[in-house]
């Protein structure tokens, strides 16, 4: 069993960042992808970024293109991150920290994987 916990939330206002942490109970090496989510009341749990740790694709990331310039994944032994920067009130949701150990190609779509935290709280005011 893999534990994923998220850390690093907060209220900021527009323009502001923070960063949040994910921390696993496995190296991350062991997951082939980590990936952030974020899901607004009313609305579907979407991806927000992903990064390949191992294999062919290690190191790769990928973006929505509402983050796309603004935030930034990474990852190291025991945590993955995502740096955000120029914040928008629509930024504003739970984000969760999502795993997996097989590369699909569809890292966008939260049926891909198969570990998840318990979320963090992201607030942008205007």
């Known amino acids: 069993q893999v534990i994923l916990e998220e850390s690093g939330g907060g209220s900021v206002q527009t323009g502001g960042s923070l960063r949040l942490s994910c921390e696993s109970s496995i190296l991350t090496y062991y997951l082939t992808s980590l990936a952030w989510f974020r899901q607004a009341p009313g609305k579907e749990r979407e991806g927000v970024a992903v990064?390949?740790?191992?294999?062919?694709?290690?190191?790769t990331t990928f973006y929505d293109d509402s983050v796309k310039g603004r935030f930034t994944i990474s990852r190291d032994t025991n945590f993955a991150y995502l740096q955000m920067n120029s914040l928008k009130p629509e930024d504003s949701a739970t984000y969760y920290c999502?795993?997996?150990?097989?590369?699909?190609?569809?890292?966008?779509?939260?049926?891909?994987?198969?570990?998840w935290g318990q979320g963090t709280q992201v607030t942008v005011s205007s």
């Open positions: 990064i390949y740790t191992s294999g062919i694709r290690g190191g």
């Open positions: 999502a795993g997996d150990q097989s590369l699909d190609p569809t890292w966008y779509s939260a049926g891909s994987y198969k570990y």
